[in-house]
């Protein structure tokens, strides 16, 4: 996932309105009838029966997952390009299907890029290629993630459902007895953080739009639907207001850090230091902190998210994508690029991720006793699986993702922004950036309601 340093906030935006200005334009150029590009320049068949494959992704370790799937398929080549990660790519990725060339046989997408593309009808629907055999292992979330319009689009490889990270010392320092199990119970522990010396708060948060749209996910919220070229958007929910009340009292007394910003040098420093004592995100971060955070080693532990009230179990997903075959590619090569995904996703791959600290959304791999019993020392030995695994199971099944997504949240700071410097109130400044969308999805030609 794309994590931007605040210089850079304004060029990012430019990007993603430029990304999905573009989908939306191949969208309604396509008039969501069928017709893909028709070739492509990035892999070939040789006269030995090798097919080449071209792979676009920004994983760095993608090697360790090509060199020994080449190993056992030896009639299959891969050629990896790294065009830029998330909206970097997604442009380059627009440009050959405007093209009609230069297509990759097979392009890593964020799950919200997944609907992205496969709105404007540019992705092969994986159905066609033996999806149906195995689907039913991955996960509900997963499924549903890779499903647009009722066909599905990619093979999940990576997860990333919600989970709370805490710093045990600061909470053992700031007198909090018990993990928060409640969004109540939570706002406590805010204050009792926000008592002890110095400058600590529970959390940051500065307006991103992609964590804003997992809380209100985790809060039973369905701010967005799809159907077709028409699209719902609606930010006066009672389940948008349920997050907006809450988050907005913890705005005002000032228990969230507003003033810095995820994945800077700065971010990672308080995060260290215990003036942040915890993070809401996705269940992929384990291997960030790892490698981040060298002073609290031990301290942290992993838990799911509060609640709205006891016993519930409501839960979102924050980050994660699949493995995508766009058209333009010849049968051969399609075959060819589906046979890694799946190797990837399902097979022997699958290992490969797990090795590298990754969340494959698989059952199998959920319900594994040996996984699940896996310690963790960064974590003080706790069994962080087990958590993740339960945060999978509990993820919440209605939330659509707009067919902008990514310029969705890249505009969301300019109106959700202003009330974290206390200019406007949260739920005002949500409508004010469901309005912004609606404008949007109108000039780019959607029916919106």
Known sequence: MSRLLAVSRLAHRSRARAVAAAVVAVSMIAGFSGCGATSNTGGSTDANGVTEIALWTWQSTIQDFVKPFEKSHPNIKIKVSNVGANEDEYMQLTNALSAGRGIPDLVYLDFNAVHQFAISDQLRNVNDYGWDNIKG????????????????YGLPISSGPMVMFYNQDVFSKAGISSTPTTWDEYRAAAQKIADLPGNAHITNDTGDGGFIASMLWQAGATPFSVDGSTIGINMNGKNVKKFTTMWQQMLDDKLIDTSTTGWTDEWWRKLDDGSIATMLTGAWM???????????????????????????????????????????????????????AEW??????????????????LKSVLNDAEYLGQTDDFFGEQKTHEVIAKASKNVLPDFEYLPYMAYANSIAVDSIGQAYHGKTTLQKALVQWGDSLKTYGEQEGFTVK
């Not at 292992?137 to 599905?152: C, H, I, L, M």
């Not at 990837?344 to 090795?355: I, K």
């Open 137 to 152: 292992n991955f996960t509900a979330a997963a499924q549903r993630n890779v499903t647009v319009g009722g066909s599905p």
């Open 286 to 340: 384990v291997s960030s902190m790892e490698k981040n955070l060298s002073q609290t080693k031990g301290s942290w532990r992993m838990a799911p998210m509060p609640q709205y009230a006891a016993g519930e179990h409501a839960n979102s997903e924050n980050g994660g994508g699949a493995l995508a075959m766009p058209k333009g590619s010849d049968e051969a090569k399609a075959k060819a690029a589906y046979e890694f």
């Open 344 to 361: 990837y996703a399902h097979g022997d791959g699958v290992q490969a991720n797990l090795s590298q600290g990754g969340i494959p959304p």
